[in-house]
């Protein structure tokens, strides 16, 4: 049978996703894996260095997915950070239980949990950026270290947050993971209410405000 010419990225990752579905396990090698697809191994290499490679790829599909998505939307461009966000999750939580059994697999292969978390280091860079475009307010002190902190801490809480979350929709065993749904809006509102920075801003300039009245009483 003539070997495969054209392969796209899209194709494999079909085809390992199909693999491993099917024999709970990662092909042994790119040979065997692109022998059972046939297709020559060095186009595998054309797009990923190897499987792990290809695993962060999938779920850095997720993600792009699900941006796709959400700017095919008129409306999302109008929404405040917080509605943007639990938009996103429910979008991005849709793809994950569209393929649930792969994600079951990719995030339980290995025994070591720390192990397993190395197939969601796209996903993070992706996530995180996503996360500084929303324009979340925090409170501004004029210090670039403080504020550089704050971002750089929301960011990774924000990051902690969506794994938490993964972890509950797979720990979920309600019809249509309904739970994770009021999970999910209950926790961002929680979040965004914790980052709530005006009544400290208020704080902050009435403290302002009375040093500048007493130095001007002195």
């Not at 994600?103 to 720390?114: E, T």
Request: charged share 25%.
């Amino acid at each position: 049978m003539a070997k495969k010419k054209i392969l796209t990225e899209d194709q494999l990752i079909d085809f390992y996703m199909d693999y491993v579905l099917e024999h709970s396990q990662q092909p042994k090698t790119v040979y065997a894996f692109a022998k059972v697809n046939n297709f020559d191994e060095q186009k595998f290499y054309e797009f990923f260095a190897s499987f792990q490679a290809l695993e962060a790829h999938i779920f850095k599909a997720f993600f792009q997915n699900t941006l796709t998505v959400l700017h095919a939307s008129e409306s999302y461009e109008t929404f405040d950070s917080r509605s943007k966000l639990l938009s996103f999750y429910f979008t991005f939580f849709e793809n994950l239980t569209a393929n649930r059994s792969y994600v079951m697999f990719a995030l339980n292969q290995h025994q070591n949990k720390l192990k397993n978390l190395k197939c969601l280091v796209k996903l993070r860079q992706e996530f995180i950026h996503y996360i500084s475009t929303l324009n979340i307010e925090l409170l501004e002190t004029k210090q670039q270290n403080i504020d550089k902190f704050q971002e750089k801490g929301l960011q990774e809480s924000a990051w902690i947050q969506l794994l938490v979350t993964m972890k509950f929709w797979m720990e979920d065993d309600s019809k249509g993971f309904e739970k994770t749904d009021i999970f999910i809006e209950k926790s961002i509102n929680t979040s965004f209410e914790f980052l709530d920075v005006a009544p400290l801003k208020s704080l902050f300039d009435l403290g302002k405000f009375l040093f500048k009245e007493k130095m001007q009483m002195q």
